[in-house]
T-cell receptor, first 115, second 109 residues
């Protein structure tokens, strides 16, 4: 079956531009996570949804970052007024049941480069 | 606070056994995951430990000691395709999911 998909796979933005990154989780998966991964580092948690409810957004680095999952399926991570330090791979993951204590299935990521 | 430590890099020979350690200090603990990540690819699930002891799955085994805040991933009969980063991650009582920095393993012929 289809896995987690993310689009675009690559995005180049000029500093100050807004970007929107999309995640399509595995159908029926309740939980959805966003992570930011810098080169050579482990993923860093950004935010977590259970269905359409955003239960934890403690990892979002600033108020320029915003995530939504309005119908409990597709999610969008939006970054406003991008800065160079936002350059990273943004990973989306989904899991079948509520809560992180279940195997997470990761998408291929979106590599964002801010110039 | 949250702190997860892993060695940055390890090198081993094809056919050998390697142990990758992970120590953690987190505000909560509900289990520990190991993921494998090849360069430029998404992490893929390897194992999940919630109770103390060893979980074996083919060539890969994972061990957990909750009292010591310690886990390791054991890879046997190493193959070239095992060259990847290995990430340990703590399930922080359902609040969030904290990854370690990853260990980059190089398998040499």
């Amino acid at each position: 079956g289809a896995g987690v998909s993310q689009s675009p796979r690559y995005k180049v933005a000029k500093r100050g531009q807004d970007v929107a990154l999309r995640c399509d989780p595995i159908s029926g998966h309740v939980s959805l996570f966003w992570y930011q991964q810098a080169l050579g580092q482990g993923p860093e948690f950004l935010t977590y949804f259970q269905n359409e409810a955003q239960l934890d957004k403690s990892g979002l680095p600033s108020d320029r970052f915003f995530a939504e999952r309005p119908e409990g399926s597709v999610s969008t991570l939006k970054i406003q007024r991008t800065q160079q330090e936002d350059s990273a791979v943004y990973l989306c993951a989904s899991s079948l049941a509520g809560g992180p204590a279940y195997e997470q299935y990761f998408g291929p990521g979106t590599r964002l480069t801010v110039t | 606070g949250q702190n997860i430590d892993q060695p940055t890099e390890m090198t081993a020979t094809e056919g050998a056994i390697v142990q990758i350690n992970c120590t953690y200090q987190t505000s909560g603990f509900n289990g520990l995951f190991w993921y494998q990540q090849h360069a430029g690819e998404a992490p893929t699930f390897l194992s999940y430990n919630v109770l103390d002891g060893l979980e074996e799955k083919g060539r890969f085994s994972s061990f957990l000691s909750r009292s010591k805040g310690y886990s390791y991933l054991l890879l046997k009969e190493l193959q070239m395709k095992d060259s990847a980063s290995y990430l340990c991650a703590v399930d922080n009582y359902g609040q969030n999911f904290v990854f370690g920095p990853g260990t980059r393993l190089s398998v040499l012929p």
